[in-house]
């Protein structure tokens, strides 16, 4: 089982371009995730995924889109970066949200660069 | 909102030198304290979760504990590879997101 894997592991955009983070989970998880990692501050959900068909905003949803392209697959879209976009981006999954064994696996994270 | 505080921020320890991390938090109606590892580098890992207070778990040099306001991760006669950031989160009753304390990282000395 690879878990949770994430591409591209680096990016460098310039303001303003587009990009998609990719995620795929091999555990037949129904819940996914996607997190944003900034120095002092902490994981921050940006969305997530309850079940195939369905996403919901997290704490900071501005500037991104998602797709939850299958039960394997969710991805984040950036459509005009911005330097404030600079972070280490996570993707996660667990079993289902409405359960009380709840715990999260992440991926290895991508790292990008807005300059 | 779910608040969750670390500290230290950092921890610097000898090689068998025991310590302890804590994590305080202010939730409505935990659903979960949840116990990550971060390597440099890479995503986290999940260790533990503790459901009540008075619950311990525990992994190697690691144990959990949990009270009705904090949890403290022990770390038992550390090893360098015990180096780390290690993260906690809870979950809330009335949530359906963990909310993440911002770490303590933890340098073990040979």
């Known amino acids: 089982n690879a878990g949770v894997t994430q591409t591209p592991k680096f990016q460098v955009l310039k303001t303003g371009q587009s990009m998609t983070l990719q995620c795929a989970q091999d555990?037949?998880?129904?819940?996914m995730y996607w997190y944003r990692q900034d120095p002092g501050m902490g994981l921050r959900l940006i969305y997530y995924s309850a079940s195939e068909g369905t996403t919901d905003k997290g704490e900071v949803p501005n500037g991104y889109n998602v797709s939850r392209l299958n039960k394997r697959e969710f991805s984040l879209r950036l459509e005009s970066a911005a330097p404030s976009q600079t972070s280490v981006y996570f993707c996660a999954s667990s079993e289902a949200i409405q359960e009380n064994s709840y715990e999260q696996y992440f991926g290895p994270g991508t790292r990008l660069t807005v300059t | 909102e779910d608040q969750v505080t670390q500290s230290p921020e950092a921890l610097r320890l000898q090689e068998g030198e025991s310590s302890s991390l804590n994590c305080s938090y202010t939730?409505?109606?935990?659903?979960?304290l949840f116990w990550y590892r971060q390597d440099p580098g890479k995503g986290p890992e999940f260790l533990f979760t503790l459901y009540s207070a008075g619950e311990e778990k525990e992994k190697e040099r690691l144990k959990a504990t949990l009270t009705k306001k904090e949890s403290f991760l022990h770390i038992t006669a550390p090893k360098p590879e015990d180096s780390a950031t290690y993260l906690c989160a809870v979950r809330g009753s009335n949530d359906y997101k963990l909310s993440f304390g911002a770490g303590t990282t933890v340098t073990v000395r040979a």
């Open positions: 555990m037949n998880h129904n819940s």
């Open positions: 939730v409505s109606g935990l659903r979960g």
